[in-house]
């Protein structure tokens, strides 16, 4: 189960505040993308960057923020302005490789907002 | 963008009996197609895969079957077994070199009946 790692587990918020997840991978995969997981909804994709210093909106990028400051390191922030946080997120990682795009998924965060 | 739907949603099968999970897809260009399989409580992890130059592949009991030009791929597990519930999504990926992303499907909740 090792390579890439998402901490905490559970995390509980208030409403209104922000709070920030945390991808972390030694796979030296250069891609990384956050998705969300609702029950009968599969996995929809949050943001995804293919590369340091650059990243790209997904479906539902509305309420959160990224940053890619490092190869290894995709924290997703959750901010206020997101409607409905409650979710769990999984982050991944791949190869940017033609020949290869398979994902690799953390254990996933289950965030509540009440 | 790229559309991935996936039936049916929820699937219960007899133990030893076969079980057929069908996806279809919106961009023809599209070109890599692969299934995960998340086990209750687990992150999902890929099973198998497939190219749109390949028209089935199997992995002893697993394999998956793609019409490119009805653009729909199906997973086919024979023989089930207990340890084969899970939920199971299926994804496509449109070829864009420093723009790839899936789109999954909304998943399929297998249940082997014992």
């Known amino acids: 189960d090792g390579g890439i790692t998402q901490s905490p587990k559970y995390l509980f918020r208030k409403e209104g505040q922000n709070v920030t997840l945390s991808c972390e991978q030694n796979?030296?995969?250069?891609?990384m993308y956050w998705y969300r997981q609702d029950p009968g909804q599969g996995l929809r994709l949050i943001y995804y960057?293919?590369?340091?210093?650059?990243?790209q909106k997904g479906d539902i990028a509305e309420g959160y923020s990224v940053s890619r400051e490092k190869k290894e390191s995709f924290p997703l922030t959750v901010t206020s302005a997101q409607k409905n946080p409650t979710a769990f997120y999984l982050c991944?990682?791949?190869?940017?490789?033609?020949?290869?795009?398979?994902?690799?998924f953390g254990p996933g965060t289950r965030l509540t907002v009440t | 963008g790229e559309n991935v739907e996936q039936h049916p949603s929820t699937l219960s099968v007899q133990e030893g009996d076969s079980a057929v999970i069908k996806c279809t897809y919106s961009d023809s260009a599209s070109n890599y197609f692969p299934w995960y399989k998340q086990e209750l409580g687990k992150r999902p992890q890929l099973i198998i895969d497939?190219?749109?130059?390949?028209g089935e592949k199997k992995d002893q009991r697993i394999a998956v079957t793609l019409n490119k030009t009805a653009k729909h791929f199906s997973l086919h597990i024979t023989e089930t077994q207990p340890e084969d519930s899970a939920v199971y999504f299926c994804a496509a990926i449109h070829p864009n070199f420093g723009n790839e992303k899936l789109t999954f499907g909304t998943g399929t909740r297998l249940t082997i009946i014992p």
């Open positions: 991944a990682s791949s190869l940017r490789l033609a020949t290869s795009y398979e994902q690799y």
């Open positions: 960057s293919q590369i340091v210093n650059d990243f």
């Open positions: 796979l030296n995969h250069d891609a």
């Open positions: 497939i190219r749109s130059n390949v």
